[in-house]
């Protein structure tokens, strides 16, 4: 599994200040006034959210073993047209049930013939109009 935080840090260019989400930094950089883990907010907490459950297999999470879109075992598939269809079935549902903050526009698969898969998912943010995309790329390992 490759892991790119890139998505999940860039600046937040929201106009929308009514809520504020918050996550912790899994960079795990030091925030210089509190000697804390650092916080993204608001989008990319929302975007750091949506990729920790894309990259989550089902019983990775204790005491919640329906969370995460188990998508490792579909590595190991001939990706054709049905495996794309449960794989983008499989991401919205889990989106859609653990992630209530978005609503997700599209998902698009495509495989990199090298054994991996580039996964982007475009959602809209509750409250906002401008749609946001997050990317990940998962590969097999073995």
Not at 102 to 108: G, K, L, M, R, Y
Request: charged share 25%; glycine share 4%.
């Amino acid at each position: 599994m490759a892991y790119s935080n890139y998505d999940a840090t860039t600046t937040n260019q929201s106009k929308r200040s009514n809520r504020i989400y918050s996550d912790l930094n899994l960079n795990f950089t030091k925030n210089p006034a509190t000697k804390d883990v650092a916080k993204v907010f608001d989008v990319q907490a929302i975007k750091r959210a949506v990729k920790n459950i894309i990259l989550t297999n089902r019983y990775e999470k204790p005491f919640n073993s329906e969370f995460g879109c188990n998508l490792r075992g579909f590595l190991f598939e001939n990706l054709t047209d049905p495996v794309l269809v449960l794989m983008k079935d499989r991401i919205s549902t889990a989106i859609e049930k653990y992630e209530p903050r978005v609503t997700v526009e599209d998902i698009v698969i495509k495989d990199d013939g090298k054994n991996g898969v580039n996964i982007m998912v475009s959602f809209l943010v509750t409250g906002s109009e401008e749609p946001v995309t997050v990317s990940t790329f998962l590969k097999r390992v073995r």
